[in-house]
Every structure is written in structure tokens, then in C-alpha cells.
């Protein structure tokens, strides 16, 4: 979503808020979920050139769970306060802001770095996912495959134990 900035450049100093939504389809290649609105407070400073840009949403993203693959919905809370100084469009660290264009602010652009660093560490699709069987592939949810893969993980911590064992010996 784009926004004119210029009504709020022909003043002094001024506040306006402006009600936006994330507006891509995908993010990082998962579906965004029916974004909710989120209001924006931008703060223009003429005395410096600065534009502050603040708030906080929240979007939901199908990711696939961790441990089956499933879809899932993730929901992703974020928040953005930004300070963009316009003569030069970087941010107080000096690092280059791609978001505001002339008299343009891109949300879209705003937003998704917000979005992709509130990303949570692991995406399960339930709390106890059984995954998938790492033999048969089989989703492990559904019961066990029978493949016999599953005592596998025992022999190896077996074999490992033994192999330390040995270690220890020599
Ligand atoms: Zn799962
Ligand atoms: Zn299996």
C-alpha cells in the first residue's frame, strides 16, 4: 500500500495516523492469511527532515509445521518505529530506507522486514507432532507406520553410548 506524504510535509510539525494493511500475497514464499488493518502514526519534523513511522499488527502466515510438513497458520505479531531522515533516506544508524520515495511511503516495504524478524523460532502444527517417520515418511500423527524405523533412533544412541564407551577404555 502506498501513501502520499505530501499533505503531511506542507506543515510544521504534524501527526497523522493512517489505517493500512499488509498488502502482499506472500511473504518469503508462504500465503499471508487475511492481514488485519493496523493504524500507522507517521510524525514529520520540518526542522530536520525526519519522518517517524509507528504501530503494530499482526498478520497470519501458512507455514509448513517444523516436524510434518502440514500447513499451518501462524500467527505473527509485529511492531515498527522507524525514523527516516529524508535528506538522505537512511535511518539513525545511516543505513539505507527503501520504503519512502519522494513524497511516497510504502508500507508493504515498511513492513515486511518488521514481520520476518517476529517470526517464531518453530512453527508446529500442535504442540505434541509426532512429524514424520524419518524411514517411511510416513505422518506419524496418524499412528505408528510400521516400518520399523522407529527403534532406530534406540540403536543408535546404543551405538554411540558403546562407541564412548570404548573411547573412555582406550
Ligand atoms: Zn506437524
Ligand atoms: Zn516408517
Same mark, same amino acid.
Request: a negative charge; proline letters at 8%.
Given at each position: 500500500?502506498?501513501? &502520499?506524504?505530501?499533505?503531511?510535509?506542507?506543515?510544521?510539525?504534524?501527526?497523522?495516523?493512517?489505517?493500512?494493511?499488509?498488502?502482499?500475497?506472500?511473504?518469503?514464499?508462504?500465503?499471508?492469511?487475511?492481514?488485519?488493518?493496523?493504524?500507522? #502514526?507517521?510524525?514529520?519534523? #520540518? &526542522?530536520?527532515? /525526519?519522518?517517524? !513511522?509507528?504501530?503494530? @499488527?499482526?498478520?497470519?502466515?501458512?507455514?509448513?509445521?517444523?516436524?510434518?510438513?502440514?500447513? =499451518?497458520?501462524?500467527?505473527?505479531?509485529?511492531?515498527?518505529? =522507524?525514523?527516516?531522515? $529524508?535528506?538522505?533516506? /537512511?535511518?539513525?544508524?545511516?543505513?539505507?530506507? &527503501?520504503? !519512502?520515495?519522494?513524497?511516497?511511503? &510504502? =508500507?508493504?516495504?515498511?513492513?515486511?522486514?518488521?514481520?520476518?524478524?517476529?517470526?517464531?523460532?518453530?512453527? $508446529?502444527?500442535?504442540?505434541?507432532?509426532?512429524?514424520?517417520?524419518?524411514?517411511?515418511?510416513?505422518?506419524?500423527?496418524?499412528?505408528?507406520? @510400521?516400518?520399523?524405523?522407529?527403534?532406530?533412533? @534406540?540403536?543408535?544412541?546404543?551405538?554411540?553410548?558403546?562407541?564412548?564407551?570404548?573411547? @573412555? #577404555?582406550?
Amino acid at each position: 500500500m502506498k501513501i &502520499d506524504l505530501s499533505p503531511l510535509y506542507q506543515s510544521d510539525e504534524v501527526l497523522r495516523e493512517y489505517e493500512v494493511s499488509f498488502g502482499r500475497d506472500r511473504l518469503n514464499g508462504w500465503k499471508v492469511l487475511d492481514p488485519e488493518p493496523l493504524v500507522l #502514526k507517521a510524525v514529520y519534523r #520540518k &526542522d530536520n527532515r /525526519t519522518l517517524e !513511522v509507528s504501530g503494530s @499488527g499482526r498478520v497470519k502466515l501458512r507455514m509448513p509445521c517444523d516436524r510434518c510438513l502440514k500447513p =499451518t497458520e501462524v500467527p505473527v505479531c509485529f511492531s515498527v518505529d =522507524t525514523l527516516i531522515r $529524508l535528506e538522505d533516506l /537512511t535511518d539513525p544508524d545511516g543505513e539505507p530506507v &527503501d520504503c !519512502v520515495e519522494e513524497n511516497t511511503l &510504502d =508500507t508493504d516495504l515498511l513492513l515486511e522486514p518488521e514481520i520476518l524478524t517476529n517470526l517464531p523460532m518453530k512453527v $508446529l502444527c500442535r504442540e505434541d507432532c509426532k512429524g514424520l517417520c524419518p524411514g517411511c515418511g510416513a505422518d506419524l500423527n496418524g499412528g505408528p507406520c @510400521g516400518c520399523g524405523y522407529t527403534e532406530a533412533p @534406540g540403536r543408535m544412541a546404543e551405538a554411540i553410548r558403546q562407541a564412548f564407551e570404548k573411547a @573412555g #577404555k582406550n
